[in-house]
């Protein structure tokens, strides 16, 4: 089962995905530069990808998602001046800068 659900954070509108599947539930929240997701995603694997990307401590909802704090992140999300212990709102507004 798939969800979207478009949600506001100060002046930016981001996407929220869910995913469904046995066992497992899946969490992303992306805008145009990159997304946090939950840690069933391996940032290795991601590393070399342009997108910003953001592996979260919790993500069970999409609140918690953005509540919670970045545990890995790849070398994009790093430029950006994303850190480790960041929450989610405040690195998503991070790749929005230059």
């Known amino acids: 089962m798939i969800d979207l659900k478009s949600i506001?954070?100060?002046?930016e509108r981001v996407i929220g995905l869910q995913i469904k599947l046995p066992f497992t539930?899946?969490?992303?929240?992306?805008?145009?530069?990159g997304?946090?997701?939950?840690?069933?995603?391996?940032?290795?694997?991601l590393k070399h990808n342009k997108?910003?990307?953001?592996?979260?401590?919790?993500?069970?909802?999409?609140e918690e998602c953005l509540n919670s704090e970045v545990k890995a992140l790849n070398a994009s999300a790093l430029e950006k001046?994303?850190?480790?212990?960041m929450k989610?709102?405040?690195?998503?507004?991070?790749?929005?800068?230059?």
């Open 81 to 85: 001046g994303i850190e480790i212990g």
């Open 51 to 62: 997108a910003c990307i953001c592996v979260m401590s919790k993500a069970a909802t999409y």
């Open 88 to 98: 989610g709102k405040k690195a998503l507004m991070k790749m929005y800068e230059n």
């Open 25 to 33: 539930l899946m969490i992303f929240v992306f805008n145009t530069k």
């Open 35 to 45: 997304f946090l997701c939950s840690n069933q995603i391996n940032v290795e694997t």
């Open 8 to 11: 506001q954070l100060e002046n």
